[in-house]
C-alpha cells in the first residue's frame, strides 16, 4: 500500500496554492519537513546524498547500508547504531514527493532527525511537520557530513 501512495505521489500533480499563506506553508514543506520521525523534503534528499557522497552509506541492493567508516563518523556525531530498535530496519528510504528522489528513512533517520533537534540544529515551524534548520544546523550538517550550505537555494 505505501509503494503504491509513493508511486501515486510521484505521478500527481500539485494542486495550485489558493492563498499566500497557503503557498508560504506549501514552500515551507517542499524545503524541510518530518515524514513521521524523520527528515524529508530538500533538506533530507540532499543529506542522503551527502551520507552517500561522504561514505557514511553505501548504495546497496536492497537501498543502502552503512559503511564501516559511517560507524565512526555517526559516532562522533552522537549516535550508537547499536542501539537501533530491533523491531525496526536501521535503513529504510522514502522516496520524496516533492523531490521524487529519496530521502532517509528508518531507525537512522529518526536517529539523525532526534540528534539534530538535541543539538538545536533543527526547529519545528509554524506548520504541523515543517521544520527549520537553524544558522548552527546549517554549518554544523556542512561540516559534519558535506551538506552544501546552499542546499535551500535554486534547484540545479
Keep these: 500500500m505505501a509503494r503504491a501512495l509513493e508511486e501515486l505521489a510521484r505521478i500527481a500533480r500539485p494542486l495550485p496554492a489558493t492563498s499566500l499563506r497557503e503557498d508560504v506553508r506549501n514552500q515551507a514543506l517542499l524545503r524541510a519537513r518530518l515524514c513521521y520521525d524523520h527528515l524529508a523534503g530538500r533538506l533530507g534528499v540532499v543529506l542522503l546524498a551527502a551520507l552517500v557522497d561522504g561514505g557514511v552509506?553505501?548504495?546497496?541492493?536492497?537501498?543502502?547500508?552503512?559503511?564501516?567508516?559511517?560507524?565512526?563518523?555517526?559516532?562522533?556525531?552522537?549516535?550508537?547504531?547499536?542501539?537501533?530498535?530491533?523491531?525496526?530496519p536501521a535503513i529504510r528510504y522514502c522516496v520524496d514527493w516533492g523531490e521524487r528522489r529519496?530521502?532517509?528513512?528508518?531507525?537512522?533517520?529518526?536517529?539523525?532527525?532526534?540528534?539534530?533537534?538535541?543539538l538545536d540544529w533543527l526547529r519545528r515551524?509554524?506548520?504541523?511537520?515543517v521544520v527549520q534548520l537553524t544558522d548552527a544546523g546549517r554549518t554544523g550538517l556542512h561540516e559534519t557530513f558535506g551538506v552544501p550550505l546552499d542546499w535551500d537555494g535554486p534547484a540545479r
Design 57 to 88: 552509506l553505501a548504495t546497496a541492493a536492497n537501498g543502502y547500508r552503512i559503511t564501516p567508516a559511517g560507524l565512526g563518523k555517526l559516532g562522533e556525531f552522537g549516535i550508537d547504531v547499536e542501539e537501533f530498535s530491533r523491531r525496526r
Design 102 to 118: 529519496h530521502h532517509l528513512a528508518g531507525a537512522l533517520g529518526a536517529a539523525i532527525a532526534t540528534r539534530l533537534f538535541a
Design 125 to 129: 515551524g509554524r506548520a504541523r511537520r
